[in-house]
């Protein structure tokens, strides 16, 4: 197999290929990723009776979440959309904020939905009432998604009790209460700035056209009898709080006891779901006059459009799986590993890396404290400190070889090169700025 930086060249042309090919010569998102990875895999050495396997595999792993996940939380955004929950959320949101700020208020509630959530989950959750803000004050789409997208960002990488926060917590043996913290005074400017302000002048530039098919599903026009803003913030929550109550599941009952194991069951991300979706079957359905049979079209009907975004989503899973199997992950963690830095810095670079060559953000927060935190302990940093820094490097630049890359395309109805702008830009800004933040913090704490 090609080993060292002839590797990493063939893989910078795939990605520089694909962007290509998909923006320039406007070929099919899911067939290009299949060639390209397909191309580079025989490139890159790998025998050719793995191939196959490993992008179904990277496929597979992706898919197994993703998918279930688009599917129950579109169901509870039809809900939400036709039984005018969303709209309610986005009248009052407007009330509050006022139209000339509805972008601070997306990134307040993608701070504070994104809390116990996967990034995915967050997204197909708000992404309805996004769409009624948008179409309700007549905004950009760029200046309310990219603001809502930012504040679920931060929260996924810096801020327990996120999930994925918490793997970091353990590896570097930090104490929660400081980091939460810690990632509070970094994260919240990070937001602000990555997510409002940013996003209130890359609108400015990127002007969406056409009709956006999932805007049209999700928002509604016709007047009519809204439900109350507790009922349907109750139904959006349901799966927030249950995913927080399974997080703490050992403050309640011993671990491996009946309890314990319901609370995890129903604390995990598809069963929440699935349970809201349930839910929001009576709370915006049955109990506002709306019939089974209408209930089992909106939940059918609504599954269509998605298709194709799972698809992308897959493809762009299998593409980061070859990424890793071809050896480009390998050489990228050897280079970072082998430069003599700070602790801190180090952190950084490794999940920088390893985010850019795998396109997870949650593999790279995890890769990285693995690697990391060994040379951490013994250089003895400050462990709060390295939790917020790998996870500000676990975020930056998402491309093409990231599944919420290609959910934020599909969903805003974005072309690649405009994803690339804003949320690739924005996914940027919110690891370099949280990364200064944290070292200026640094010289202050140690």
């Known amino acids: 197999m090609v080993q060292g930086s002839l590797l990493l060249i063939y893989a910078l042309v795939a990605i ?66 036709e039984s005018g929950g969303a709209e309610r959320i986005a009248r009052t949101l407007i009330d509050w904020f006022g139209e000339k700020n509805v972008h601070w208020a997306m990134v307040t509630i993608g701070l504070i939905v994104g809390l116990p959530v996967f990034f995915e989950v967050g997204f197909v959750l708000l992404i309805p009432i996004a769409f009624n803000v948008a179409k309700r004050t007549n905004t950009s789409m760029v200046l309310v998604g990219i603001s809502m997208v930012a504040g679920l960002s931060v929260v996924h990488g810096l801020i327990p009790p996120h999930p994925a926060a918490l793997l970091a917590v353990t590896a570097y043996h930090a104490d929660i209460g400081r980091t939460i913290l810690y990632s509070l005074i970094v994260g919240i400017p990070t937001a602000l700035l990555a997510g409002p302000v940013f996003a209130k002048q890359i609108s400015k530039v990127i002007k969406l056209d056409g009709e956006n098919p999932m805007m049209k599903q999700f928002a509604q026009d016709k007047e009519r009898e809204l439900p109350s803003f507790a009922i349907t913030l109750g139904t959006i929550l349901l799966p927030v709080v249950l995913m ?62 998605t298709a194709t975004i799972t698809l992308v989503v897959g493809a762009g899973g299998g593409f980061g799986r070859i990424l890793m199997d071809s050896g480009v992950s390998k050489v990228v963690v050897d280079m970072a590993t082998s430069a003599h830095i700070s602790p801190l810095l180090l952190g950084w670079m490794v999940a920088v890396l390893i985010r850019l060559a795998t396109g997870s953000a949650t593999v790279a927060m995890t890769t990285a404290c693995g690697i990391v935190a060994p040379i951490a302990a013994a250089a003895g940093a400050h462990p709060e400190l390295m939790v917020l820094t790998t996870g500000a490097g676990s975020l930056i630049f998402s491309h093409v070889n990231d599944g919420g890359f290609w959910l934020v395309k599909e969903y805003f109805n974005m072309t690649v090169p405009q994803t690339l702008k804003t949320w690739s830009v924005c996914e940027t800004i919110i690891s370099v700025v949280a990364l200064l933040l944290t070292l200026a913090l640094a010289t202050v704490v140690s």
Do not use: Q, Y
Request: glycine content about 10%.
């Open 244 to 305: 927080l109550i399974g997080s703490w599941a050992d403050l309640f009952f011993a671990s491996g006891t009946l309890g314990n194991n319901f609370l995890k069951l129903i604390g995990n991300s598809v069963m929440a779901l699935l349970i809201a979706t349930l839910v929001s079957f009576w709370t915006l359905g049955l109990a506002r006059g709306i019939s089974r049979e209408t209930i089992l079209k909106f939940s059918n009907e609504c599954l269509a459009p």
């Open 16 to 81: 520089i290929a694909l962007i290509v090919l998909i923006a320039r010569f406007k070929m099919n998102p899911f067939i290009t990723l299949l060639v390209v990875s397909f191309v580079l895999a025989v490139s890159a050495g790998m025998p050719m009776t793995t191939i196959v396997k490993s992008f179904e595999t990277g496929v597979g792993n992706t898919l197994g979440h993703i998918a279930l996940v688009i599917a129950l939380g579109t169901m509870l955004g039809k809900m939400m959309a």
